[in-house]
């Protein structure tokens, strides 16, 4: 078990309230959840466990790993409920009972309002980044919510720090919680941090001469705004590097595609505002570009560990330009150490190339709804496609859509393959995105 699995999972499993501090990444999910499979009854389908989070993609993320621990128990049933959604199917979903309810505050809201979502059966509430929550402004959300569950129901709050808003809810709605802390810092055996000084050199030439001297097989770089990841991928257009961008302009869709391009190695490059930074497990990041410092030092250690992760070691490299000398300064002062300068490198070249993504992702227009499961997609490629499984990589199955990463030398046989061929007797549309 990881230390905060250590310390807090003897107290949910004792029925206790907590307020824990944990980083990205340190396996909280599993001590919640487990903590939450304990508690159901699965015979009885009214909604038991609520998981709030403050984003999209940490709710699905979080949903996921739920339904991976309810494996080992009978017919539990966890429904997502998120903005940026039809609201329809999520009505009629929970028309059919659910065990758990993962989802954003104000989508959950909108479904109380509408008396669609019953929360007075709820035994076990987490609150998932509660501190982010607190940041979105979703505090009215979080109080209207817990107050539409039973007093007798077990609080569990997840959160990086520690804000006076998180002190009064859980004075208001926790009983005598018991607290447990993790250390907000990063293993340096595990993440090598590095600065590079830019002075004035345009961050997009830094970040292109970066990608090239470390030829990373994926890379995050954070930038602050939505508008800065687009020049980002501007910039980095001009050099041949091709940066699929994930922020809030994007559609629901969209952003998950883009989260499983990147997961699945089709895609080597991720630009990112913090909606990124938080939450979104992809264990083989090996570099992580800060194109631009956070204003929030605690920001920068959520960002950093998107690299290092699943005993894997891993780099941090922030740009520092002329004003951004006191934002460094505050993320030193956290971490009580200096972070190590790294040598200017010379100006990219553009006719020097980091290799290209090996993968390249189909998208079935079928998915979970439609009964269909990874192995149906394995065996109409292996099996009736004559391709090799060892050229077949990650297969991600949604509601209504799958996605699965297969080598580019056979992308085009597959694509056929898949399009003139059938799955579990049927024919789906196919594409390649």
Known sequence: MTPIQQQSLPEILQGRDLIAQAQTGSGKTAAFGIGLMEALNPRWFAVQGLVLCPTRELATQVAGELRKLARYLENIKIVTLCGGQPIGPQIGSLEHGAHIVVGTPGRLKDHLRKQTLQLDNVKVVVLDEADRMLDMGFEEDLRTLLAATPDARQTLLFSATYPDEIEAISAAYQC????????????????????????????????????????????????????????????????????????????????????????????????????????????????????????????????IGRTGRAGRSGLAISLCGDRDQHRLSRIEALQAHAIESQPALPAPSPEQQPPAAEMVTLCIAGGRKEKLRAGDLLGALTRAGGIDASLIGKIDIGDHACYVAVHKRIAADALEQLRQGKIKGRAFRVRRL
Not at 205 to 223: H, K, S, T
Request: net charge negative.
């Open 176 to 303: 005598d919680p018991v607290r447990v802390s993790v250390e907000l810092h990063h293993d340096a055996s595990r993440i090598a941090q590095r600065v590079w000084h830019t002075g004035r050199q345009p961050k997009a030439e830094a970040v292109a001469a970066l990608l090239q001297a470390q030829a990373p097989e994926a890379c995050i770089i954070f930038c602050n705004t939505r508008q800065a990841c687009q020049e980002m991928a501007e910039g980095l257009r001009a050099y041949g590097l091709k940066a699929l961008a994930l922020h809030g302009d994007l559609d629901q869709r969209d952003r998950d595609q883009v989260l499983i391009r990147f997961s699945n190695g089709s895609c080597r490059y991720l630009l990112a505002t913090d909606v990124a930074a938080r939450g979104l497990d992809i264990d083989s990041v090996d570099l992580v570009i800060n194109a631009d410092l956070p204003q929030d030092p605690a920001v920068y250690i959520h960002r």
